[in-house]
């Protein structure tokens, strides 16, 4: 493919007058210079502003931007670091995600830990280097662990009517999203993308300290079709219709990993792997050798969340059960509790999931679901997911620029 400066893109009629007084702000336009990009990668940038403009009111990171890296991962095509600060650094990650259907567009900030311990904060040069060691996080087999050291952190409610019920990720790595019940019913196309989390519930009086409601969960596949675990014993691909087994349900729930815990053809491996044979060789693969709903103190609940968590984020607990039995606070998966944290569930999950075996027939009939449900949104894979990045791109923006 070819590289230019941002001169001669322009020169040539690829970039239009616009776009370059837009990517200027960013990157060097002069005829001479030696900086030389993808056509893709430049539009990118001019996209980015774009959304950086709508959005400084959900970003407000505040104080001069030092540095911006513009780039692409396997499982997000719209990502980028920022420096910012003057004398006082501060280190963040950006993940964008584009509007599908009756999905609105997502921009989520993280903060960057190491602030104090690994000596930044009034070091640009180590800041730098910080931000590239977040950017082959980010492309790595477990993006989720650009977070470490910092704890995972999930809070419960049991408010029925809460916003917050039953759960929801303290710093949004996954997002909790209520979906209209009879609208995404009808046409989940339109309210989840494939491998996200779905979840059905149904209030129940409590009076004993067990949950006041019942759940049932499943990963969307695409084209009206999940994947679920059931108090069989089995793991079943399934019809969307199938799905609805929780008799007088009335809340559906999308958790929807805004960071991939997981690579995405990872999590088609992994749910592939389990759904073999119909299940039996999950229910023997050393969680728990039968369905578990709840359990006792000293019993691992192996339920349908435990079968979702376990497959789409490679955590091993169920939100129904596991923080009842084990009075969980919240902030379990933390890199200071060897046993719970979110590498050590990654690779418990791996070494018991991954040592299964499953056909390639059934992960591309996975696959098929994936690719039909997005052919069905009748967008182009550039509107859905963005620009996919070939390279990297490092910019300094001028004194002025802000995001705030």
């Known amino acids: 493919m070819t590289k230019k400066n941002l001169y001669n893109w322009h020169r040539s009629g690829d970039i239009t007058d616009t776009q370059k007084n837009t990517i200027r702000e960013f990157i060097n336009d002069s005829p001479s210079s030696s900086f030389e990009y993808y056509l893709g990668d430049l539009k990118k940038v001019y996209y980015w502003d774009g959304i950086l403009a709508r959005n400084k009111s959900n970003i407000n990171i505040s104080g001069k931007i030092q540095e911006m890296i513009f780039f692409s991962a396997g499982w997000n095509n719209n990502l980028m670091t920022v420096i910012s600060g003057d004398g006082d650094y501060s280190v963040w990650l950006l993940v964008y995600e584009m509007p599908s259907q009756q999905m609105e567009e997502i921009i989520q900030k993280f903060g960057i830990t190491g602030w104090s311990s690994d000596g930044y904060r009034y070091n640009l040069d180590k ?38 019920f039953p759960s929801y990720y303290k710093n949004g790595e996954v997002k909790r999203i209520e979906v209209p019940f009879y609208s995404a019913k009808d046409n989940p196309d339109a309210y989840f993308k494939p491998l ?69 053809e990872k999590i088609v491996e992994h749910i592939a792997k389990c759904s073999e044979d119909g299940g039996k060789k ?106 996919q990045m070939q390279a990297s791109i490092v910019t300094t923006p001028p004194n002025y620029y802000r995001l705030s």
Request: charged share 20%; net charge positive.
């Open 282 to 387: 999950y229910f023997s693969s050393g969680f728990k050798d039968e369905f578990v709903l709840s359990g006792g103190e000293e019993v691992q609940a192996n339920n349908c969340e435990s079968f979702v968590n376990r497959t789409v984020l490679g955590l091993n607990f169920s939100e129904l059960a596991t923080r009842r039995i084990k009075q969980w606070s919240g902030s379990e998966f933390s890199s200071g509790s060897p046993d719970t944290s979110v590498r050590t569930n990654l690779n418990n999950n791996e070494s018991i999931i991954g040592r299964l075996t499953s056909s390639y027939s059934k992960i591309n009939e996975i696959n098929g679901y994936r690719n039909q449900a997005f052919a069905n949104s009748g967008q182009s894979q550039v509107m859905r997911d963005g620009i």
């Open 127 to 164: 800041a730098k280097n910080r931000a590239w060691e977040i950017v082959g996080k980010v492309k790595g087999d477990n993006p989720i662990l650009f977070t470490e050291p910092s704890a995972l952190n999930v809070i419960y409610d049991d408010n029925y009517s809460s916003s917050n």
């Open 196 to 264: 996200d989390i779905v979840k059905i519930f149904k209030y129940k009086d409590s009076r004993t300290g067990t949950a006041p409601y019942m759940v049932h969960g499943c990963v969307y596949l695409g084209n009206r079709k999940v994947v679920h675990a059931l108090g069989s014993n089995k793991i079943n691909i399934d019809s969307w219709d199938g799905f609805f087994i929780l008799s007088g349900a009335d809340k559906m729930l999308r958790y929807h990993p805004v960071v991939a815990f997981k690579r995405p």
